[in-house]
């Protein structure tokens, strides 16, 4: 009886610790009655919205671009389906920075053909840089010769709301967005480049990281801040 007082008491003090330090991500909604400018990322203020950019080329190839973030430039995959010839699977995983075992993140996902009456025929032009992965897809018209394509795209190329969306792609780790100061125009194929902007701080504003507390690293499209203790202010 004793020692199942002891192990009550103990689950007792667990469940009000936890209650003590639970947090809820502000960052993924707005008070701002117009929203957030892209609703992959609270942080983002101009450029292409969306986890996926997909346009038919002058020559009639599709240029796809895939946000991946943290993933290294040398450990994105893809492949097309070999049976149907309709699409691109891609896939990749971030490293283990040695803070958060379990911030590591896996994607894996598709892109390619929203048509019947064709297929794709090559994937050229393959680059994974800065946590986005670039690809130009050939295709050829194999039925319907005497009717135009009705080529579509996915529903989530981009658009603003008031609450920060899931990334669809990612299948393993936490969901959540960095933000970094400014991309480029990496790609000539590129809408234009994306600017971000964001801050961080605690709940409570007696107590805020010092700056020689705060470091930064930028690595793979992905922004980490690491602060020291805690300190009243």
């Known amino acids: 009886m004793l020692k199942d007082r002891v192990r009550e008491r103990i689950q007792r003090k667990k469940r009000e610790m936890a209650d003590e330090y639970t ?22 203020k101009s450029g292409p919205k969306g986890f996926i950019e997909m346009k038919v080329l002058e020559n009639d190839k599709l240029y796809i671009r895939v946000d991946l973030p943290g993933v290294p430039d040398d450990a994105a995959r893809h492949r097309v389906d070999a049976l149907r010839k309709k699409v691109v699977f891609f896939s990749g995983k971030t490293l283990d920075d040695g803070y958060n075992k379990e911030g ?8 390619g053909l929203g048509c019947d009456c064709c297929e794709i025929t090559g994937v050229d032009d393959v680059k994974m840089k800065d946590g986005v992965l670039r690809m130009i897809v050939s295709r050829v018209k194999v039925k319907n010769d005497d009717k135009k394509c009705t080529l579509t795209f996915p529903p989530f190329t981009g658009k603003s709301g008031r609450r920060q969306e899931d990334h669809p792609f990612l299948v393993k780790g936490p969901q959540g967005a960095m933000f970094i100061a400014q991309t480029k125009k990496v790609c000539e194929h590129d809408e234009s480049a994306r600017l971000y902007l964001g801050s961080f701080g605690t709940l409570d504003p007696s107590t805020a990281p010092t700056l020689d507390s705060i470091t930064a690293t930028v690595k793979f499209g992905v922004l980490k801040i690491v602060t020291g203790p805690l300190h009243n202010q």
């Open 104 to 111: 590591v993140r896996e994607y894996s996902g598709t892109a």
């Open 23 to 44: 947090y809820m991500d502000i960052t993924r909604f707005t008070a701002n009655p117009d929203g957030f400018y892209a609703t992959n990322s609270p942080y983002q």
